[in-house]
């Protein structure tokens, strides 16, 4: 059995690890000071799908890059050891 005190400073030693959670959006802000009337996110972080790509998936031509990428991607070791297999020694 643990004594109060034991259990009184773990709960502490668990508060002190920063856990955190994101907090609700609310349309009114109800004076938490970080939301905005607008309902608009606090952080400067786009939201939404494909947000976090460094590239746009749906842009002209993006299609054929990806493949060409993917095939050099993996046609390049094979080409590698066949010119190895084929060159002079």
């Not at 004594?3 to 907090?23: D, E, L, M, P, Y």
């Not at 938490?32 to 939201?47: I, K």
Request: net charge positive; hydrophobic share 35%; aromatic share 14%.
């Amino acid at each position: 059995m643990l004594s109060r005190a034991a259990i009184r400073t773990n709960a502490v030693f668990v508060a002190r690890r920063g856990f955190q959670t994101t907090r609700t959006q609310r349309a009114g802000g109800h004076g938490h000071g970080e939301l905005t009337g607008s309902g608009a996110s606090p952080y400067h972080y786009p939201e939404g799908p494909r947000s976090n790509l460094p590239f746009d998936p749906l842009k002209r031509g993006f299609a054929i890059k990806f493949w060409a990428y993917c095939a050099t991607g993996f046609g390049l070791p094979f080409g590698i050891a066949v010119w190895q297999t084929k060159k002079n020694q």
